[in-house]
Every structure is written in structure tokens, then in C-alpha cells.
T-cell receptor
Framework: ETGVTQSPTHLIKTRGQQVTLRCSSQ?????VSWYQQALGQGPQFIFQ???????GRGNFPPRFSGLQFPNYSSELNVNALELDDSALYLC?????????????FGPGTRLTVT | KQEVTQIPAALSVPEGENLVLNCSFT??????LQWFRQDPGKGLTSLLL?????REQTSGRLNASLDKSSGRSTLYIAASQPGDSATYLC?????????????FGTGTRLTVIP
């Protein structure tokens, strides 16, 4: 069984640019959540997708957007990058929306904005 | 608003010692609590998931307890080893956004000295 994978591993972008991060969920999982983890902090919830629809969003501006595809893989897009967007971006998948379902995390994408 | 606090922020112990990591949360209306391990620059590895109806979970040398009414959880690590050195994160779900997301503490950085 393949776990959650993310690409790329590392990325360096310039302020003002746009970036797309990708996530493949664990087999059989239809729910994907994205988190941002700044250095020395716990992960902060960005948004969640369930069966291709957004199902909740944290306190992030609209320049953070996402997609979920029919195979339940997902993308996180960030426009007009700012220096504070530098962080580890984590994707997590679960079997569904039920609170009892465990969330499984990928290895993350390290984004550096210069 | 849910707040998750982990004490201590950092802990250094000699190999072989038993230790306890603490997690507290302000809103007791949670469905589950997860403990994660994070190695430097890496993703999250789930250690234990406790449903709100449970009081504790055990896996090998790890034991996690949950007291929902008092808003507290502890992670007990027996006979610590240098390989246990990592940051340990506690997370409660669901978060306050209405989605089935996790709300994280800032972690305890554990160093086990050989």
C-alpha cells in the first residue's frame, strides 16, 4: 500500500511568483487536507477537500487555493508569494470526513521564498 | 477558539529514562487526539490516535492517555533510546473550521543522550 506522497521535495521561488504543490493521497482515501508549518511552529490548517469539493478552510487568504482531482490527488496553489510563505507544506489524507478517521501525512514540500 | 499547549517546549534526558510529555487543550469538544513524531525537516509520523470515548492507547514503549473533561493528554515513553530524539506534536480534531482537520500544539523537542 502506497502512503501519501508529495512533490516536489524542495522549491525555491521569488517573491511575487506563483507555485503549485502536489499531493497523492493514500490508496482508498478520498479526503485531503493541507497544512503550513513555519519553522518552530505546529502545522496550521489551510483547507480540506472531500470528493473534489472544498470542505472547510483555515485562516489563509484567497491567494491560497486548491484542487482535488477524480483520483483524489490534490494541488495547492499559492499566488503572489510573500516571504512569510516560506514553510514546510504538509498534505494529509484520510478515509473520509468522519472524525474517527486517522489522518496520514506525507513527507512535505519545503518552500523557500526569496 | 481551540488552543493546544505542549509542555515542556524542550526536554533532554539520559538514555534509559522514562519520560512524560504533556498536552493541554482549551475546548473539550474534541473527537480525537493524535500524537505525532517529526524528525528535523521531515513530515509527521502518527504514533497514537485516541478517540474521545477512549482513555488511553498503547503501542510498544509508548502510552498515551486522554482526559477530555480536564483538557489534558500525556505521552509516556518508557526506556528512552537515542532514536527517540525528535519533536513530538499533539493534535486535536476536529478543528474549529467545521472541517475534519487537526489543531496542533507547537511540540516538545526531545533529546535522548546516549
Amino acid at each position: 500500500e502506497t502512503g501519501v506522497t508529495q512533490s516536489p521535495t524542495h522549491l525555491i521561488k521569488t517573491r511575487g511568483q506563483q507555485v503549485t504543490l502536489r499531493c497523492s493521497s493514500q490508496s482508498g482515501h478520498n479526503t485531503v487536507s493541507w497544512y503550513q508549518q513555519a519553522l518552530g511552529q505546529g502545522p496550521q490548517f489551510i483547507f480540506q477537500y472531500y470528493r473534489e469539493e472544498e470542505n472547510g478552510r483555515g485562516n489563509f487568504p484567497p491567494r491560497f487555493s486548491g484542487l482535488q482531482f477524480p483520483n483524489y490527488s490534490s494541488e495547492l496553489n499559492v499566488n503572489a508569494l510573500e516571504l512569510d510563505d516560506s514553510a514546510l507544506y504538509l498534505c494529509a489524507s484520510s478515509l473520509g470526513l468522519a472524525e474517527s478517521y486517522e489522518q496520514y501525512f506525507g513527507p512535505g514540500t519545503r518552500l523557500t521564498v526569496t | 477558539k481551540q488552543e493546544v499547549t505542549q509542555i515542556p517546549a524542550a526536554l533532554s534526558v539520559p538514555e534509559g529514562e522514562n519520560l512524560v510529555l504533556n498536552c493541554s487543550f482549551t475546548d473539550s469538544a474534541i473527537y480525537n487526539l493524535q500524537w505525532f513524531r517529526q524528525d528535523p525537516g521531515k513530515g509527521l509520523t502518527s504514533l497514537l490516535l485516541i478517540q474521545s470515548s477512549q482513555r488511553e492507547q498503547t503501542s510498544g514503549r509508548l502510552n498515551a492517555s486522554l482526559d477530555k473533561s480536564s483538557g489534558r493528554s500525556t505521552l509516556y515513553i518508557a526506556a528512552s533510546q537515542p532514536g527517540d530524539s525528535a519533536t513530538y506534536l499533539c493534535a486535536v480534531g476536529p478543528g474549529p473550521t467545521g472541517a475534519n482537520n487537526l489543531f496542533f500544539g507547537t511540540g516538545t523537542r526531545l533529546t535522548v543522550i546516549p
